[in-house]
C-alpha cells in the first residue's frame, strides 16, 4: 500500500488564497505549550527558530520528528489556527520505513542481529546442557558399575560362607545326599513369638533349626515342620510385662 507524502516546505495562505507573509509557525509538544525543536534539513541537524517566520510566499522550510501542536498567526500575531499535527513517524522510525525492502526494515531494526544473537545463545545453551547430561550419564554409569562391582563381591562372599556350611570349600563335611540347608532373619510380634517360613519348604522335614538370641531372654525354637518354625522368647523383660519390642534372629536349618 501506498503511503501520502509529506511535503517539507509547506505554504500558507488565507481564505482567499493570500499567503500569510511574515507570518510566524509556534510548534509545540502536543496538547502543551512547550517547545518542540523543527529542522531546516532532513539530517535534522540546523534548527529552526520556534516560532518559525514565514517568507513573503508564506512558506518555511520544517522537518520535525512525530507528533505537534502547530500555532499559525498573521504577520501581527492575531492567530489563524491551533492544530495537531505528525510526521506519521519519528525520526529514529524514519530509515525503517523508508527502507526499500522488508529485509531492509528488519534489518534496520536490529531483528536479524537479535535473532542471530538468540539462535547462539540458544546453540550455546543446548550445548551446555548437553555436556551436563553426558556428565550425568558418566557419574550415573560410575555409580551403576560400582554397585554392580560391590553386589558381585558381596555375593561371591556369600557363596563363600554357603560353601564353608555346606562342607564345599571348608572344613565341614558336605551333607548327605538329600540334604539342604536354608537360612534367613525372623522378626518378632508385639508377644515376643517369632516364626519363619522355608523357601522353599524342604520335601520331607526339617531335621535342625540353629538360631541366635541374647541368652538372657531367649527361650528357643518351639516347634518346627517342612514349611518353617517358631520360637519364644523367655520370660518378659521387665516387671512380667513384654517390654523388648521388635525383635530380630538370625537362622539356619538343615532338612530332607
Given at each position: 500500500m501506498a503511503a501520502p507524502i509529506i511535503v517539507p516546505e509547506p505554504q500558507f495562505c488565507d481564505a482567499n488564497?493570500?499567503?500569510?507573509?511574515?507570518?510566524?509557525?509556534?510548534?509545540?509538544?502536543?496538547?502543551?505549550?512547550?517547545?518542540?525543536?523543527?529542522?531546516?534539513?532532513?539530517?535534522?541537524?540546523?534548527?529552526?527558530?520556534?516560532?518559525?517566520?514565514?517568507?513573503?510566499?508564506?512558506?518555511?522550510?520544517?522537518?520535525?520528528s512525530g507528533d505537534y501542536r502547530l500555532v499559525?498567526?498573521?504577520?501581527?500575531?492575531?492567530?489563524?489556527?491551533?492544530?495537531?499535527?505528525?510526521?506519521?513517524?519519528s525520526a529514529a522510525m524514519a530509515p525503517v520505513v523508508s527502507a526499500p525492502t522488508i529485509a531492509d526494515a528488519v534489518h534496520q531494526l536490529g531483528i536479524d542481529g537479535l535473532i542471530a544473537t538468540e539462535a547462539a545463545d540458544r546453540a550455546a545453551a543446548d550445548s551446555a546442557e548437553?555436556?551436563?547430561?553426558?556428565?550425568?550419564?558418566?557419574t550415573l554409569?560410575?555409580?551403576i558399575d560400582n554397585e554392580v562391582t560391590a553386589r558381585t563381591a558381596?555375593?561371591?562372599?556369600?557363596?563363600?560362607?554357603?560353601?564353608?556350611?555346606?562342607?564345599?570349600?571348608?572344613?565341614?563335611?558336605?551333607?548327605?545326599p538329600g540334604y539342604s540347608f536354608r537360612f534367613g532373619l525372623a522378626m518378632s510380634d508385639g508377644s515376643g513369638n517369632?516364626?519363619?517360613?522355608?523357601?522353599?519348604?524342604?520335601?520331607?522335614?526339617?531335621?535342625?533349626?540353629v538360631t541366635t538370641g541374647p541368652p538372657n531372654w531367649w527361650t528357643g525354637v518351639t516347634a518346627q515342620s517342612a514349611g518353617?518354625?517358631?520360637?519364644?522368647?523367655?520370660?518378659?523383660?521387665?516387671?512380667?510385662?513384654?517390654?523388648?519390642?521388635?525383635?530380630?534372629?538370625?537362622?539356619?536349618?538343615?532338612?530332607?
Open positions: 488564497g493570500l499567503p500569510f507573509a511574515g507570518g510566524t509557525i509556534e510548534t509545540y509538544t502536543v496538547g502543551t505549550s512547550t517547545p518542540k525543536s523543527t529542522w531546516t534539513d532532513p539530517g535534522l541537524t540546523a534548527l529552526n527558530t520556534n516560532p518559525i517566520v514565514l517568507d513573503s510566499a508564506g512558506r518555511c522550510v520544517m522537518w520535525g499559525l498567526r498573521d504577520s501581527v500575531g492575531n492567530e489563524i489556527w491551533d492544530q495537531p499535527a505528525t510526521t506519521i513517524v548437553q555436556t551436563a547430561r553426558m556428565a550425568a550419564d558418566t554409569q560410575t555409580n558381596g555375593d561371591a562372599n556369600l557363596q563363600t560362607q554357603i560353601d564353608a556350611i555346606t562342607g564345599a570349600t571348608g572344613p565341614v563335611s558336605p551333607l548327605p517369632f516364626s519363619a517360613t522355608f523357601s522353599p519348604p524342604f520335601p520331607t522335614a526339617c531335621d535342625t533349626v518353617g518354625f517358631s520360637a519364644k522368647t523367655s520370660s518378659p523383660l521387665h516387671g512380667g510385662t513384654w517390654e523388648g519390642g521388635p525383635q530380630a534372629v538370625q537362622w539356619i536349618s538343615i532338612g530332607h
